[in-house]
């Protein structure tokens, strides 16, 4: 992806393009999954399930748990998939539902007396930290680095919002339950705040 | 502040997911899991979440292992207790609250422990995963015993044929 400004109007060209795309692809298997095609829900959760891996993982849920949280969300899709008519209803109800059910695995959890799980970068406790898993890359480590030192929010928001493409921002961090303008057509403040650190370390740049 | 989006936002993006999908990417059989879950004709569902899961640790044997696994939904809880066996079988008794002599039904996928096929429609059904029935007595007790290890979804059906099936998320036994 280049940074070069002359090169805006092609890329947001190339980006639309490539949503509409994607739009139009989910749009066919959502038509084949509520005609009871089970081709077309299979195609669905190729497209969708590492969104929604991410959007539980965001949730400061372990690895076992998200899965099932994941799990839970598709089945519960079943029942609602004749209410759902668009590629972006589909993708905002996913979203909010994984999140609704991570609500409900951390809230039993902390009823429990147990400890949350480790951070939200955190896997088994047998593998390798994150840290390790970076690798040498300077521009890898700047990144992970910055993206550390947001709150909480900001890193949820922006690990989901990176995954979708730029129609679906808005209806995303509104299934994420961020303010309004958080992202969207405009940079919010989570984004603003790691761009403006990103820029001021000379061992990142944007391309 | 709220300025329009942009290249850099755009390579920062891109860049973030990249470096999640490697530091943090989903289980390697996620989507397989999610697609034998789903394999359902029955649209008439109730999901039962999964609830408490206690490993008890090896039994009286070393080859013993038992773990106690609660599934609830709006109407029903599901305890299950699965036993594996040194002869390679598992055993599940489960319970059912409240208690009702309602139809079990334990949905195996289809291929050998591991599930190495891989295939879109294992367990579904039109494929040859296996589906193993049984009734709960009264006082909601079910069993199924010598059953293969892999990876199993339990529905349990209403009595008089219609009405809500509740389904559980996939388990690997």
């Known amino acids: ?207 | 502040m709220n300025e329009f989006l942009d290249d850099v936002d755009a390579a920062i993006l891109g860049h973030l997911a990249r470096l999640h999908a490697r530091l943090d990417p989903p289980p390697a059989d996620l989507n397989d899991r999610v697609r034998f879950a789903i394999a359902l004709e029955n649209i008439d569902l109730e999901v039962a979440r999964l609830g408490e899961e206690l490993l008890v640790g090896s039994g009286a044997r070393a080859a013993e292992r038992v773990s106690t696994v609660t599934f609830e939904s709006a109407s029903l809880t599901i305890m299950v207790t699965v036993t594996a066996s040194a002869a390679g079988t598992v055993r599940l008794d489960g319970w059912l609250a409240p208690a009702a002599p309602l139809r079990v039904e334990l949905r195996l996928r289809a291929g050998g422990p591991g599930g190495t096929g891989g295939g879109a429609v294992d367990g579904g059904p039109a494929s040859g995963g296996e589906v193993l029935s049984v009734t709960a007595d009264e006082v909601g007790r079910f069993v199924f015993d010598g059953v293969r290890p892999g990876l199993a979804q339990l529905l349990v059906h209403p009595i008089a044929g219609g009405g809500t099936t509740v389904v559980t998320p996939s388990l690997s036994l």
């Open chain 1, 1 to 207: 992806m280049s940074a070069g400004a002359g090169r805006r109007g092609a890329t947001t060209g190339s980006d639309v393009e490539v949503a509409s795309d994607r739009h139009d692809r989910l749009a066919r298997c959502l038509e084949r999954a509520r005609a009871g095609d089970h081709g077309g829900i299979d195609a669905i959760v190729n497209e969708l399930n590492p969104l929604l891996w991410h959007v539980a993982r965001s949730q400061t849920l372990a690895s076992d748990e998200a899965a099932d949280v994941v799990q839970t969300t598709w089945l519960e899709l079943l029942r609602r998939l004749h209410d759902i008519r668009s590629p972006r209803a589909l993708t905002a109800w996913l979203v909010s539902t994984t999140r609704r059910e991570a609500w409900r695995v951390n809230a039993r959890r902390r009823r429990d007396g147990a400890a949350d799980p480790a951070g939200l970068d955190m896997v088994a406790e047998d593998a390798p930290s994150p840290d390790e898993r970076l690798g040498a890359d300077e521009r890898d480590r700047a990144l992970w680095r910055h993206y550390r030192r947001l709150d909480e929010r900001c890193r949820a928001l922006l690990r989901v919002v990176a995954l979708v493409e730029r129609p679906d921002y808005d209806d995303v961090a509104t299934a994420l339950e961020m303010p309004r303008g958080s992202i969207g057509p405009t940079r919010g403040r989570c984004l603003d705040k790691l761009r403006a650190m990103l820029l001021a370390d000379p061992t990142w740049s944007a391309s």
